[in-house]
């Protein structure tokens, strides 16, 4: 066995080693100091589905065109190079064998791989400028070394390919072992011809001397990548496609309940109360920014940065794993382990958070961070009792009076004291076909009273056989739920529960996204299902049914539509609205920041009961978007962003230029 190959085959083999045994470190961590256990359902269709869409297709970044195509040929060039990879290092260990026999595929593979090469090098100058010259912002401030490290790894692995092969058709490497492509004709590979052409032939001593220290920096860039992967932030090469495959089964949307009688840790104070899956999601994250970059409190100067959660939760495991592992310290009662919250992880952050979702709808491997920030709220205020003093009374109108407010139960139903519809709680008759669940802000908010009743004209107009709870309807739990304090929503959820079952209900609609959501996926974690629709969902089918009619706009009037967080992006309900709009007008604009990338209006999480005062407002961010479209109406489908958008059109004086109302108002004022 030739000297050059006992050294290259040692190379690998340590590389190797190191590579699995800091992969096995990463397991150990995320399997041994979890004390949650999750267990997950196959769903194997959907997962290869999201595979194939979001690894293998890049789906996710796609959606950004110009670092999307980039990532895109990057990774699949390095899918084409395995093949070359994987020869080269087969030959260079058994000299005189080939791992691809000569032939029309390995032709194939090698003219492929040459091709490859040069698109991954402009890859790379492209990849230089955007991070250093253009200096798009999400990357400035972040993993500057790591980045530049790889990429010059990248290039040099790409150079490097070419020289060899300059030297192949040179007639350097003919007689070396080793060597491969040595047979293969020039035609195959036109790039490295096209270099050979440019450059005087180089032979005898200088080309051999040359040979030998280009293929050695060639093999020592494959191994210091190998080796240099899981100790890096391109750990993502191992863990993006496992976190994808492994992604949640239950729905996105969906927060799981706290079981209050087998629990005693309750949300996640330190390491130990994230489960195998967060490490995962710790692990695959590629420190691109996505999250950060389309976070409406990180985009109106709040200190959140959905990337620094991730990151640093992950920094505090990589530290704390290995004195855990070397001390055998048994997580349970380890002293090692320190609570991340106040120290990793601001306060102050967890609760700029709206609950939202644009970050776990951006990330491109689908890392869930909003499961971590409830986590640790619920750490914060079913543990310590801690919570902003608005949160705070919040929780306490809504034990003492099932709503955010301070309104009496008995009045709930006191906006519909004239519009002669049935109230469950004063008939206690089953005596209909489809509840209509008003919600605490349309309940008891003035100007969302206005929407419940445009609800009610049309359930009216088609003559549906409908009816409200009255006092017998109580808070979703919602705004506790997204708060922290699991123990207030399951309370409520639970008694929901069994006044839907009491009433035998089987079909829901609501107006409110947040009142949806819960009753549709957080009240279906808990055991109950029931059929239920948005409104603008109900009205988009009446409509398209023949059963309400419309007239058209001649007004002139221009609208845009304002997509609610936990309508758009939690439930993917996109179209309806849109729909039902266009049922009265085709003068409808898009927003800059729409459908799935629509900016939050700030209300989410229980946002709507805290003051904001830190950086711009996001609700006058999104109004002043809304503005730039040139609408004289901005449409709305959620009474959460009624509120906020209002009182944002108001205070910034554009209650002149721009009027708001809900689908349901539109649809009612051009009923036939």
Request: charged fraction near 20%; charge should be neutral; glycine fraction near 6%.
């Amino acid at each position: 066995m030739y000297l050059f190959s006992i050294l290259l085959l040692a190379g690998v083999v340590i590389s190797v080693l190191l590579f699995l045994y800091t992969l096995y470190s990463l397991a150990w961590n995320a399997f041994r100091i979890p004390l949650k256990k999750v267990k997950m359902k196959p769903n194997l269709g959907r997962r290869l589905y999201y595979v194939i869409r979001n690894v293998f297709l890049q789906g996710k970044l796609l959606k950004e065109l110009s670092g999307g195509i980039m990532h895109f040929l990057m990774f699949w060039g390095f899918i084409a190079f395995a093949g070359y990879s994987l020869s080269f290092f087969f030959t260079g260990i058994f000299p005189g064998k080939t791992l691809i026999p000569p032939g029309v595929f390995a032709d194939a593979v090698f003219f492929t791989v040459d091709i490859i090469a040069i698109i991954l090098i402009a890859d790379v100058i492209y990849s230089v400028l955007r991070r250093w010259v253009i200096k798009i912002p999400r990357y400035q401030g972040y993993n500057g070394f790591e980045a530049s490290f790889i990429l010059f790894l990248i290039g040099t692995l790409m150079v490097t390919y070419y020289i060899l092969g300059v030297l192949r058709i040179d007639g350097v490497t003919q007689n070396i072992p080793g060597s491969i492509m040595g047979s293969l004709p020039s035609g195959f590979t036109p790039i490295t011809s096209a270099f050979a052409s440019l450059f005087p032939r180089i032979s005898g001593s200088a080309g051999y001397y040359t040979y030998w220290s280009v293929w050695t920096i060639h093999a020592l860039d494959f191994l210091i990548f190998l080796v240099y992967i899981p100790r890096s932030k391109h750990l993502h090469l191992v863990a993006a496609p496992l976190n994808v495959l492994l992604l949640k089964d239950t729905p996105q949307a969906q927060i799981l309940p706290i079981d209050f009688d087998k629990e005693t840790r309750f949300g996640a104070t330190d390491v130990r109360d994230f489960t195998w899956k967060d490490y995962l999601d710790f692990y695959a994250c590629t420190e691109c920014g996505r999250c950060t970059a389309n976070c409406p409190a990180a985009m109106t100067g709040k200190t959140l940065s959905p990337r620094d959660i991730i990151w640093d939760l992950r920094e505090v495991v990589l530290a704390e794993g290995p004195e855990i592992r070397r001390t055998h310290a048994d997580p349970a009662k380890s002293e090692l382990i320190k609570p991340v919250i106040g120290s990793a992880i601001a306060e102050e952050d967890l609760w700029s958070c709206t609950t939202c979702m644009a970050c776990v709808e951006q990330c491109p491997v689908m890392i869930d961070h909003l499961d971590k920030i409830v986590n640790m709220r619920r750490s914060l205020v079913l543990n310590e009792g801690k919570a902003p003093k608005e949160a705070i009374e919040m929780f306490r109108n809504l034990e003492m009076y099932n709503s955010p407010w301070t309104n009496p139960q008995s009045t709930r139903a006191d906006w519909a004291r004239d519009l002669d519809i049935k109230i469950v709680s004063k008939t206690q008759s089953d005596d209909f076909d489809l509840l209509y669940w008003v919600g605490c802000v349309a309940s008891f908010d003035p100007r969302n009273q206005e929407i419940a009743k445009s609800v009610v004209r049309i359930l009216k107009e088609a003559k549906i056989n409908f009816a409200i709870l009255g006092e017998e309807e109580k808070c979703t739990g919602d705004p506790a739920k997204r708060t922290g304090n699991e123990y207030l929503a399951q309370t409520l959820a639970n008694q929901n529960i069994e006044t839907l079952r009491k009433h035998n209900v089987k079909q829901i609609i609501t107006a409110c996204p947040h009142c949806f959501n819960s009753l549709k996926n957080d009240y279906s974690s808990m055991g109950y299902n029931v059929e239920v629709f948005h409104h603008t969902e109900y009205i988009a089918k009446l409509i398209s049914d023949g059963k309400v009619k419309v007239a058209a706009d001649e007004t002139g009037e221009k609208y845009t539509f304002h997509d609610p967080c936990y309508l758009g992006r939690y439930n993917r309900v996109f179209d309806a609205p849109r729909d039902a709009l266009g049922s009265v007008s085709s003068n409808v604009v898009e927003m800059a920041m729409s459908k799935t990338k629509s900016l939050c209006c700030g209300a989410g999480g229980g946002r709507l009961w805290m003051n904001e005062t830190e950086g711009t407002k996001i609700s006058h961010k999104r109004i002043e978007m809304a503005d730039q479209t040139g609408a004289t109406t901005l449409v709305t489908a959620c009474p959460y962003c009624m509120t906020m958008l209002d009182d944002a059109r108001k205070v910034t004086n554009r209650e002149e230029k721009m009027k708001i109302n809900d689908i349901s108002e539109i649809i009612a004022g051009k009923l036939k």
